[in-house]
């Protein structure tokens, strides 16, 4: 089994930086991609970012490309992600992810993770 545990979520102003952090315990060997979700008040968890266990695939939702960073840190068995110019429109739980499986293209879809993190809240002032 593997524990996340998500962290540097906060309350910014829009157009400010925030970074989270991702980090995994436990059976670490079995994880290869991670990724990041967020779900906003009467919104379906949407996905954000996901990394390949080496970081040589990453993938971005259209509405975070070009502000959102993510990158991962094996040795600490930590992912994050860096968000810049933050919109009030990225308010929202964001969740880690991790997949057990190999899969040739990181997953963008809820269904192929298989470990959670509690969340983290994001709030963007206007």
């Known amino acids: 089994q593997v524990q996340l545990v998500e962290s540097g979520g906060g309350l910014v102003q829009a157009g400010g930086s925030l970074r989270l952090s991702c980090a995994a315990s436990?059976?670490?060997?079995?994880?290869?991609?991670m990724g990041w979700f967020r779900q906003g008040i009467g919104k379906e968890r949407e996905f954000v970012a996901t990394?390949?266990?080496?970081?040589?695939?990453?993938l971005y939702a259209d509405s975070v490309k070009g502000r959102f960073t993510i990158s991962r840190d094996n040795a600490k068995n930590t992912v994050y992600l860096q968000m810049n110019s933050l919109k009030p429109e990225d308010t929202a739980v964001y969740y880690c992810?991790?997949?057990?499986?190999?899969?040739?293209?990181?997953?963008?879809?809820?269904?192929?993770?298989?470990?959670w993190g509690q969340g983290t809240q994001v709030t963007v002032s206007s």
């Open positions: 992810a991790a997949d057990r499986r190999y899969r040739v293209v990181p997953g963008t879809g809820v269904s192929e993770y298989d470990y």
């Open positions: 436990g059976r670490t060997f079995n994880v290869y991609a």
């Open positions: 990394i390949s266990w080496t970081g040589g695939s990453l």
